[in-house]
């Protein structure tokens, strides 16, 4: 899209029941700003990057199509195209940084591919933690993740991470995490798209694999990987099935009702704590989006009951283990298809989900507290 709009409304409520009024907004990159926007604000901004990168509606460039925020900035991926939307050939991707300066978002800096290749998808996957940006290139080859490091006021290259297990469509890098000491990079594509996540562990100066994590009890297509998150030893994983379908004419779905891999830190290393799965089945998509927090796990089902849903999971089941589904959220006022859940992102109190099928595609959100 040629812009991108957004508008942030207060709301808050008890999370016990989850309850929320739509937002309207283009998602995900509002999520970002709910976060970064004082309590008791509101916000209504465009947000294109100062260079005009991002070209007329009518051509595309997936400009939001990942977004995070650290230390008051918001990070904004530019793929340049994503497999559920085709894109004119010959896009280099790109990342871009916007700071607040009073009431205003402007962009303070922007990256590309420290390699002038085009094509890469660079920015379909992108998270930052302390002094580490990390972006991912699916398209890069089988995929890649480059790997950034705070100089200033500025990003400087690091390191350009490659998986050799990943053969062809692997788009090793489509989705990462990090918490500045853990990396994880997901491989939907990977193992007849059953999908693969890569971890690694900051030594010294670099990186090292210490783990491949497979969704080899996955049917085939299940995407595991399309979603990754991690934070204080506890990371998850989503592998919600396929939706190139989402546009008319483009591959075939593999709608399934996902599920979402936990893995815990222990003193042995990480290991896998449980496979959570939503409670209607179905083609729900469960773990099209995950987000951990404060040690719970949120994962969007972006099918369930035609609108989505997001899944609110809370460690401690039945003897004090396991995991327990506390919450289902909805948003009774979706239309159908919103696509609520393809996005979601929880900090402290706050949970927002992003509906980028809303509108057409302009997208909208819902906040809880």
Not at 198 to 224: C, H, I, K, M, N
Not at 241 to 246: D, F, H, K, R, T
Request: net charge negative; hydrophobic share 40%.
């Amino acid at each position: 899209m040629g812009h991108v709009e957004a508008r942030l409304e207060t709301l808050r409520q008890d999370r016990d029941p989850m309850k929320s009024r739509l937002l309207p907004f283009a998602a995900p990159i509002a999520l970002a700003m709910a976060l970064a926007t004082a309590p008791g604000t509101a916000a209504a901004q465009s947000m294109p990057p100062a260079d005009g990168s991002v070209p007329a509606v009518g051509a595309l460039s997936a400009f939001s199509a990942s977004v995070t925020i650290a230390d008051g900035r918001i990070f904004v991926g530019r793929p340049g195209g994503l497999e559920i939307f085709p894109m004119p050939s010959g896009r280099q991707g790109g990342v871009h940084v916007f700071g607040r300066s009073g009431d205003e978002w402007t962009e303070v800096a922007s990256l590309s591919p420290e390699r002038a290749q085009s094509e890469t998808a660079f920015g379909a996957g992108l998270d930052v933690a302390g002094d580490l940006l990390v972006v991912g290139a699916p398209m890069d080859g089988t995929g890649a993740v480059h790997v950034y490091r705070r100089d200033g006021d500025g990003w400087t290259f690091d390191e350009r991470l490659t998986w050799d297990g990943a053969g062809a469509g692997a788009r090793f890098g489509q989705a990462v995490a990090t918490n500045g000491e853990d990396l994880i990079a997901g491989a939907p594509g990977a193992q007849s798209g059953r999908g693969a996540a890569v971890l690694y562990s900051r030594r010294g100066g670099g990186w090292a694999q210490v783990a491949v994590w497979t969704g080899a009890d996955e049917p085939a297509g299940a995407g595991f990987g399309t979603s990754v998150d991690v934070e204080n030893g506890l990371a998850a994983v989503g592998a919600p099935g396929e939706m190139v379908a989402l546009v008319p004419g483009v591959g075939t779905p593999t709608l399934l009702p996902g599920s979402v891999h936990v893995y815990r830190r222990g003193t042995d290393g990480w290991s896998m704590d449980e496979r959570l799965e939503g409670p209607a089945g179905g083609q729900a998509a469960l773990g099209w989006s995950v987000a951990v927090s404060g040690g719970e796990i949120f994962a969007g089902a972006p099918l369930e009951t035609g609108t989505g849903t997001v899944h609110h999971f809370t460690p401690g089941g039945t003897g004090g283990t396991g995991w327990t589904l506390a919450h289902t959220i909805r948003a009774d006022d979706a239309p159908v298809p919103a696509g609520f859940g393809m996005s979601v992102a929880a900090s402290g109190d706050d949970v927002l989900v992003g509906g980028a099928l809303i509108g057409g595609g302009l997208g909208g959100g819902w906040a809880y507290r």
